[in-house]
């Protein structure tokens, strides 16, 4: 009886079967080795922490498609932008100590630059270990206003403290916002201090960096943190959306 309650505790606690459920397995008397289950609760917690949606936890630069683009143009911009991603994952520290992120950019919307940059994200946590934070821009602004309600759980200085110490912020949309002074300044004060810090930002944008309505301060600030990188202007979203419609009308007419 105890043994089964006992084999049945492990297997429910550790899926690896290996430790106690403590994180820790003895090697022999004197040395006890860290289990992989708790190397991938450490995984879990940042993956919670980087505000990454669930559906997207799993998503991989690798299984980035280039296909899917119909245009040869947009299969070449694709091209560069999946071997821009690899290397900057895979040179991540040199892109640290330089406080260098990216700045993925179309026109087009739906061509894939959320889908890279969370595909950046996930990679970084899982294979750096990295801290790192997913907002979309607007949604980032309104949290910073939201703490200015009494039962906010931070306040407006700790949230935008925290912002700015992320090791690895991704800013997407970065562009929609009304350019009010507040938001001028908020975003300002946030990027200054990530830019002094040599903290490591990824946005993403409709607009190329000349096009972005902020003023020049703010837009040689995100010049100097972020490379500039073409994404197609070819709407996955649009090409998926008519792949599904054609399916549903084969179904209806077979
Ligand atoms: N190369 C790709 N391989 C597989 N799926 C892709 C690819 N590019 C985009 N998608 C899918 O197409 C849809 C739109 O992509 P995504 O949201 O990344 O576009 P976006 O450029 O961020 O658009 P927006 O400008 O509107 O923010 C998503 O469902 C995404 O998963
Ligand atoms: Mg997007
Ligand atoms: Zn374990």
């Not at 492990?10 to 008397?29: A, H």
């Not at 026109?107 to 970084?124: D, P, V, Y």
């Not at 990530?194 to 096009?211: C, Q």
Request: neutral net charge; glycine residues 4%.
């Amino acid at each position: 009886m105890e043994v089964s309650s006992q084999s049945e505790k492990s297997t429910s606690s550790c899926p690896y079967n290996k430790c106690d459920g403590s994180g820790m397995f003895l090697i022999d008397d004197d040395n006890a080795k860290i289990c992989q289950c708790q190397h991938d609760k450490i995984i879990d917690r940042k993956l919670e922490f980087a505000n990454i949606p669930k559906e997207f936890q799993a998503l991989t630069i690798k299984s980035f498609e280039i296909d899917i683009y119909t245009r040869p143009d947009s299969k070449t911009i694709a091209t560069i932008a999946k071997k821009v991603a690899a290397n900057f994952v895979k040179n991540f520290e040199e892109f640290q100590d330089e406080g260098k992120g990216l700045y993925m950019y179309s026109t087009e919307a739906g061509s894939g630059k959320t889908r890279m940059a969370i595909s950046i994200g996930n990679a970084l946590i899982k294979v750096k270990r990295v801290q790192v934070k997913y907002t979309k821009t607007v949604d980032l602004l309104n949290e910073i206003t939201d703490t200015f309600n009494s039962n906010s759980e931070m306040s407006q200085k700790e949230l935008i403290d925290s912002i700015r110490k992320v090791e690895v912020l991704i800013l997407d949309d970065v562009g929609v916002e009304n350019p009010t002074p507040w938001v001028k300044s908020t975003f300002y004060s946030i990027l200054d201090s990530r830019m002094d810090n040599k903290k490591v930002t990824i946005f993403t944008s409709n607009l190329s960096l000349d096009e972005l309505k902020h003023d020049r301060r703010l837009k040689s600030r995100i010049e100097r943190m972020a490379t500039p990188v073409k994404f197609p202007e070819e709407s996955i979203r649009n090409n998926l959306a008519r792949q599904e419609n054609e399916r549903l009308q084969r179904l209806l007419l077979e």
